[in-house]
């Protein structure tokens, strides 16, 4: 069993649509997060939410909405789609604890704006 | 607030090369330190991590040593293999715990 799991793979779609990617993890973690990794591996954090709350909102446009209803799944939502959204986005997540730094990632979710 | 830096990629080396990728960090307090590796369209996986100052972190080959007084947890691997080609990355832990910080990866392409 895939212990974190992101759908779709691969989205492909024009600028302005509205587009939305699933995540689940089966780990039983309370904490799962959204990264961002732009054509350069550059990988940053946009979202974080800690047992359905939401504790680290990055610099990111009002365009993306996170929705966690429940533990396990973390979905994010892009209203509005740019070219600039094009990269690849990541969902993780985390056992309790500090310190652990320990981050269980999904295969990625590539999406291309075009 | 808290950063990393890594060496600039992308490296290439020949199978069975020493390898050393080298990352420094800025942090306030005592951060734990990690290395993760992104094989070829897969996610990031934890790669080994270190908690406090002379700590050494190893696994499959790889080791990173904490060093506070020059802030650094430089990768090592003493034979590289081509299975070992993959980007790298270093991070570092808030003391708070609340979140990681990534370096911006190293690309690295070990040749047969």
């Known amino acids: 069993d895939t212990a974190v799991s992101q759908t779709p793979k691969y989205l492909v779609t024009q600028m302005g649509n509205d587009k939305s990617i699933k995540c689940e993890q089966n780990?039983?973690?309370?904490?799962m997060y959204w990264y961002k990794q732009d054509s350069k591996k550059f990988l940053k954090i946009m979202f974080s939410y800690n047992n359905k709350e939401l504790i680290i909102n990055e610099t990111v446009p009002n365009r993306f909405s996170p929705k966690s209803p429940d533990k396990a799944h973390l979905n994010l939502h892009i209203n509005s789609l740019e070219l600039g959204d094009s990269a690849v986005y990541f969902c993780a997540s985390s056992p309790p604890g500090l310190n652990t730094g320990e981050l269980f990632f999904g295969e990625g979710s590539r999406l291309t704006v075009l | 607030g808290d950063s990393v830096t890594q060496m600039e990629g992308p490296v290439t080396l020949s199978e069975e090369a020493f390898l050393t990728i080298n990352c420094t960090y800025t942090a306030t307090g005592y951060p734990s330190l990690f290395w993760y590796v992104q094989y070829p369209g897969e996610g990031l996986q934890l790669l080994l991590k270190a908690t406090k100052a002379d700590d050494k972190g190893s696994n499959k080959g790889f080791e990173a040593t904490y060093r506070k007084e020059t802030t650094s947890f430089h990768l090592e691997k003493g034979s590289v293999q081509v299975s070992d080609s993959a980007v790298y990355f270093c991070?570092?832990?808030?003391?708070?715990?609340?979140?990681?910080?990534f370096g911006e990866g190293t690309q690295l392409t070990v040749n047969p």
């Open positions: 780990l039983g973690h309370d904490t």
């Open positions: 991070a570092l832990e808030e003391t708070s715990g609340s979140r990681l910080t």
